[in-house]
């Protein structure tokens, strides 16, 4: 049977976050340069983009680029923005068509200054879109989103806007990157590592997580599939017992 069978449709994730990793394993062990492995990696987002627009998925995340990953080789980062430049001026039209609408989180201003222009025009391009929210986080980290954060909260505090004895996890989410976007539900992380990387530190405090040994650029649609039905397959309780958990889908 096709996997894409076996999906519930009424139990689909709502928001999908993915680390993508493994372009430069795929890329080394093939005798080529890391960037290889990013540019075949194109092909990767194009078709879980394409399937969890298709499954009516609301929101998916991509960790394209982190704080950290500045202190990659000179070479590598300027070849991965060129990269990004090129990749998203191919696909705008395709994400336009297929009624994609694009965002980024991070802290956008690091990014070189045509790919900030690129990026935003793209974002203006599909905002009016009403499809699958494509979320790419660009220049993140999730140390930095809570630290910026914070930094505001005292801010406010200071000028006198916000009154200290308010501040509560409701309100410190207001100051995230990600205060429009649900949490995600899965986060999937491909190349078989174990870890979120200072991703999304605050948002996956009840997401479930899926590690897959599939290097980035071989994950293909199917993948995705797999994830999601592993995903339905699982007890969410949030802290509750199972009997409470249950009660509180069927009221939902």
């Known amino acids: 049977m096709d996997l894409k069978e076996l999906i519930i449709r009424e139990k689909l994730p709502r928001h999908i976050a993915i680390i993508m990793d493994g372009n430069g394993r795929w890329a080394t062990s093939r005798g080529n340069m890391r960037v290889f492995g990013h540019q075949n990696g194109v092909e990767s987002v194009r078709q879980t983009v394409e399937a969890a627009g298709e499954l009516g998925v609301e929101y998916l995340t991509l960790y394209a680029f982190s704080t950290e990953n500045w202190n990659r080789p000179r070479s590598e980062v300027d070849a991965l923005m060129g990269l990004m430049v090129?990749?998203?001026?191919?696909?705008?039209?395709?994400?336009?068509?297929?009624?994609?609408?694009?965002?980024?989180?991070?802290e956008l201003d690091d990014l070189p200054e045509n790919v900030r222009k690129q990026l935003q025009s793209a974002i203006d391009y599909t905002a009016q879109n009403t499809g699958l929210n494509l979320v790419i986080a660009l220049s993140y980290s999730g140390r930095w989103e809570i630290t910026s954060a914070i930094k505001k909260i005292v801010e406010d505090v200071k000028s006198g806007n916000l009154d200290a004895e308010t501040i509560n996890s409701c309100l410190l989410e207001t100051y995230l990157n990600t205060y429009t976007i649900p949490d995600p539900e899965l986060l999937i992380r491909t190349s078989g590592e174990r870890r979120i990387s200072n991703f999304m530190l605050w948002q996956l405090a009840y997401t479930e997580l899926y590690f897959t040994p599939v290097l980035w650029p071989d994950f293909r649609k199917k993948d995705l599939y797999e994830a999601i039905i592993d995903f339905q397959r699982r007890d969410r309780r949030f802290g509750r017992v199972k009997e409470q958990a249950k009660a509180v889908t069927v009221n939902n």
């Not at 090129?86 to 991070?106: M, P």
Request: hydrophobic share 35%.
């Open 86 to 106: 090129n990749a998203i001026q191919d696909e705008t039209e395709n994400l336009h068509k297929n009624n994609v609408r694009l965002s980024a989180i991070g």
